[in-house]
């Protein structure tokens, strides 16, 4: 079964306007050219072809994008009616038809401009021949002269339609790093989403567990707060599943510095005490920061949840003009030992995410606990 061509790019309004205002202005010089030409080489009688050839030709490249090879089909068929009537054709037979074969050229076409070209060069040196035994040097400049015309706009046609598939190439790969980054990026967020909810939901799991018979009433209220996590979770990740279907996709606006309340809240229902302290105004934190932010709580608490066997957490929060600081201490066992801290993939998500913005973080041991702390600037400002 044949593969189906990839569906035309369709140009923006304003560049289709460009490129009709070109196709006219060049139709216009063609016509004003070939007239001035005719008239400055003896021809006395412009309205006896000359102008009608001229609006001819003119009127054939206002449609040259769509139609190259017919454009300089047409073309060179008028030309030669015209010479075939009686007419003289003003200073050669390439000249008049050279928008018509860069384009052609420039569409990838260039064989056909050769060999329409090559023909009509003989055509050319034969109906000058009688030239020759006047003036041989006359009759050699014009026919080389029209080859090496015939050579330069075909060589230009080529080197254009080369930098067009380069920009595109570039616009393609530009294209598919943005994907990439996007894909990258909902990776992190899915991680967070899952960690965070599989630690809220397994606390609550085993609450309700452990309360199914003494107090179902407690363990009721365990599950509605598990079901609640879960389905904030679920529409979280549908969304993020749309751009990693779609490529370029909408997705829901994603939790910021506002949804901190509901962070906190879902830690405490899962039985972790938190202090939730803030300093400055986070209106003025955009978009980006204030996202990797509240990532970074996410994570902090859901580790604290899963790994470290904490009672208490304190996150405080600092806005300042230049960045954003993060900081989520709990009193866990931390790493055994006071040894190094392993990076799994929530505190590299973490690194990378605040990297990515020019921030800092870090991770550790501190007395009596563990402590998580990130410097993230704000958009412009250095850390």
Do not use: C
């Not at 454009?71 to 003289?88: E, K, P």
């Not at 040196?125 to 400049?141: C, K, Q, T």
């Not at 202090?275 to 920061?289: F, H, K, Q, T």
């Not at 003009?321 to 866990?332: A, I, M, Y």
Request: hydrophobic share 50%; net charge positive; charged share 20%.
């Amino acid at each position: 079964m044949a593969a189906t061509p990839p569906p035309r790019r369709r140009e923006p309004v304003a560049v289709r306007g460009l490129a009709w205002l070109t196709d006219l202005a060049l139709a216009a010089v063609t016509v004003v050219v070939f007239v001035a030409v005719a008239l400055a080489t003896g021809v006395h009688s412009p309205w006896d072809g000359v102008i009608p050839l001229a609006l001819y030709l003119g009127a054939l490249l206002l449609v040259r994008r769509r139609r190259p090879t017919a454009v300089l089909l047409l073309s060179v068929g008028g030309l030669l009616a015209y010479r075939l009537t009686g007419h003289f054709s003003p200073a050669g037979w390439i000249w008049p038809l050279a928008v018509a074969y860069f384009t052609v050229a420039a569409a990838s076409r260039a064989r056909w401009a050769a060999v329409i070209g090559l023909l009509q060069l003989v055509y050319s040196a034969l109906d000058f021949r009688r030239v020759l035994e006047l003036n041989p040097a006359r009759y050699f400049i014009h026919v080389v002269g029209e080859g090496l015309l015939l050579a330069a706009l075909i060589g230009a046609g080529l080197a254009y339609a080369a930098v067009a598939r380069g920009r595109e190439r570039l616009r393609d790969s530009d294209a598919r790093a943005r994907a990439a980054e996007e894909r990258l990026r909902v990776s992190h967020e899915v991680h967070d989403i899952v960690a965070h909810t599989l630690a809220v939901v397994g606390v609550q799991l085993n609450v309700a567990a452990d309360t199914l018979q003494e107090d179902p009433d407690a363990a009721a209220e365990a599950l509605r707060l598990a079901k609640d996590v879960r389905n904030r979770a679920m529409a979280d990740l549908r969304a993020l599943m749309a751009v990693l279907r779609d490529g370029d996709g909408g997705t829901a606006p994603q939790p910021d510095l506002a949804a901190l309340g509901t962070l906190v809240a879902d830690a405490r229902a899962a039985g972790l005490e938190v202090v939730l302290s803030e300093r400055g105004d986070p209106a003025g934190v955009p978009a980006a920061p204030a996202v990797a932010a509240y990532r970074v709580v996410q994570e902090s608490l859901a580790n604290t949840l899963k790994h470290a066997g904490a009672a208490r957490a304190e996150v405080r929060l600092g806005y300042g003009p230049r960045s954003v600081t993060v900081e989520v201490t709990d009193d866990g066992r931390g790493v055994p030992g006071g040894g190094a801290v392993s990076e799994g993939h929530g505190l590299a998500g973490m690194r990378e995410r605040v990297g990515a913005l020019g921030g800092t973080l870090a991770a550790g041991p501190v007395p009596g606990g563990f402590a998580v702390r990130a410097e993230i600037p704000v958009a412009g400002s250095p850390a």
